[in-house]
Each structure stands twice: as C-alpha cells, then as structure tokens.
C-alpha cells in the first residue's frame, strides 16, 4: 500500500515524534520521585543517554517504545507494510545499539532496567507494575557467587575403598 503522505508531509510528522520526555518516561519520572526516589534524566555521559540515572542505586532505567525497540508480541510493534527493508534495518540498529549499550553499563557496574510503553500504558495494572519496578530498584538482589562450594553430599565417596587399611 502507497503512503498517503507526501514525503515533506511524512517527514514534518516524524519529526514530531519525541526521544525525550515521552508520557510513558513522564508517568514513570513522577512516580518515582512520589516515593522519594531522585534522579538525573538523559545523562549524556552514560553509554545510551538513559532516560533515568538513579545514582544512589548505581541503577539506570531505559523506557522504551513498544515500535522503536521492536517489543515481540506486543500488541503497539507492527512493522510497517512500506518502505520495509528501512524500518527492519532501523529497528535492527536500535535492538543492536540497546544491547550494547546494556553491555556497556553493566560491565561498568550498572543494574540496568528496561521498561516498555506498552507496561505502563494502560492504567489498569500500571500501579502494581511501578511498585515492582520500585522493589526492583531499592531491593538489593543478591549475586550468585561465580562458583559454587560443593556440598559433602557431592563428593563421591564410593570411589574410595571402605575396610581396612
């Protein structure tokens, strides 16, 4: 199907669309700073500009649109039936640009949080989901260690001879 927008038309409206200061990055700033939480918006120093920096929990939070990002299954992602080959590429880069950017933080020391338009858009189930997300936050989770300690159980102590010496 032919767009029904002239190119200067389709562009003026893309160019409209906002990075920063979206309603769902809105509702999720308000909340948190409702429970007391503050934080930095888009630092630019950070790999990503992530949309909240919560300092004291060395955590950062992204909101991400449902079409931008490429959110599977989601009811608000549908690639568009023109211009395919650009909209899978451009939404190919941003998948890759977000792992690497979550990479990035975490291996700085980062707890990084992905939160998708879809989640809190509605706003039946929206207050339960933002209090998960605030236990997400100021809840330390416990690491595994990166090795385990084998139990007693463990060693196999039928492969030693029983009986005498």
């Given amino acids: 199907m032919a767009d029904t927008m002239t190119p200067e038309q389709r562009s003026r409206c893309m160019a409209a669309i906002k990075g920063k200061d979206?309603?769902?990055?809105?509702?999720?700033?308000?909340?948190?700073?409702?429970?007391?939480?503050?934080?930095?918006?888009?630092?630019?120093?950070?790999?990503?500009?992530?949309?909240?920096?919560?300092?004291?929990y060395k955590t950062v939070i992204f909101v991400d649109g449902c079409f931008w990002h490429a959110h599977r299954g989601c009811k608000y992602y549908r690639l568009p039936k023109s211009n395919v080959d650009f909209w899978r590429a451009k939404i190919a880069?941003?998948?890759?640009?977000?792992?690497?950017?979550?990479?990035?933080?975490?291996?700085?020391?980062?707890?990084?949080?992905?939160?998708?338009?879809?989640?809190?858009?509605?706003?039946?189930?929206?207050?339960?989901?933002?209090?998960k997300l605030y236990e997400k936050i100021v809840k330390p989770v416990s690491k595994p260690l990166p090795y385990s300690i084998p139990e007693e159980e463990d060693y196999d102590v039928a492969a030693e001879p029983e009986g005498e010496l």
Avoid: H, Q
Avoid at 101 to 119: Q, S, T, Y
């Fill in 22 to 56: 979206t309603k769902p990055e809105m509702i999720v700033r308000k909340y948190l700073f409702s429970r007391g939480l503050r934080y930095r918006v888009n630092n630019r120093k950070l790999p990503g500009s992530p949309d909240i920096v919560l300092k004291k």
């Fill in 93 to 131: 880069r941003n998948i890759a640009r977000d792992y690497v950017n979550n990479v990035d933080l975490e291996l700085a020391g980062w707890k990084v949080i992905r939160v998708w338009e879809c989640e809190i858009r509605a706003v039946r189930g929206r207050e339960e989901y933002l209090d």
